[in-house]
């Protein structure tokens, strides 16, 4: 089952962008999501990534100034939002690693660990993208039907909205999307630090009998009409990882295939990916921007309005 939503988003990018290359912004795209707190990417502790957290939802349990040059890799994060309190690990495989050490499948990694703060029924919780301007280079509406056709039927429950007029959105049910689960008995959770630094093991029998494993587990909570009997409770500690083989952050380029790669930014119009899980209802579980130089590039380029 193709469940990987970046996958996706790249499969429609890709197959799409033949016709399109003129870029620039349109009239009403405003100035939301401008990085006016970045310093200038020679400050950046991971240049050319910049990790921030979206501050109006996901808030850091430390102080902003001790970010300054963007959040840590490799070291557990505390944050909170309206529904969720925990810690984040973000590995990226071309910074985190040294040259010494073979580089791992994935590019990048995050594992995240901690409890909800309000049951959410598990056809309630997407993870993906949701940007606040539209992409650049989309299909004729005819094709973006066929393409949604298909992957409604490929990965029932996706919203695939990568056209959208003002806000594009590519999301994909949460838990049937992540690499690995586990829910444990508070206490019995796995060290985060720990788990975050090799493949972490599917242990999600908590939720149901049936989830021998992370594809069992994935093949019912990717459907929402499967994943809507169960939910994420409050009493259970989730430790979710999820590893992402396409998406270069460093490069914002996207490895579709071998030997197909795609460069993202003439698409995005400026914007920065993020990682995160948001509700039907519009509330984020996490976000966290990632931001590169190119990006900001990208951004500057484009809006003079900004100098
Ligand atoms: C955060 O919320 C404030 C107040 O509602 C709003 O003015 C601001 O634009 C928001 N920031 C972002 C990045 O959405
Ligand atoms: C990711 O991008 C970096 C920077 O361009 C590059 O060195 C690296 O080889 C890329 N990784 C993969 C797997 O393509």
Redesign the pocket.
Known sequence: MASHYLRIIVVVLVSLAAGSTKHGFGEDSGLVGLPFSLLSPTEWTHR?VFIQAEGNNTRLLKSDNEFRGGLPLDEPIAFESDIFKGVIVIRL??TTFDDNKP?PTW?CQFTLQGQFKEPIRMDELYMGEAYDRPLVGMPHPIVMKAVRKVFAFLVPGIQLDVDHPKHPRVLALYGGTVTALRVDKPGKEPNIAQVSRSDMAESSLLLSDKFTTAKARKSTLSRPRTASSLEFDTTHVYTFQHQDTVM?Y??Y?A?LAPGL?VDLIPHLDGQAMSLGAITNDGRWMFRFRIWNERTLLEWRKNDRRCE
């Open positions: 050319p495989a071309h580089l590019q270069n460093t490069s380029y490895n790669i």
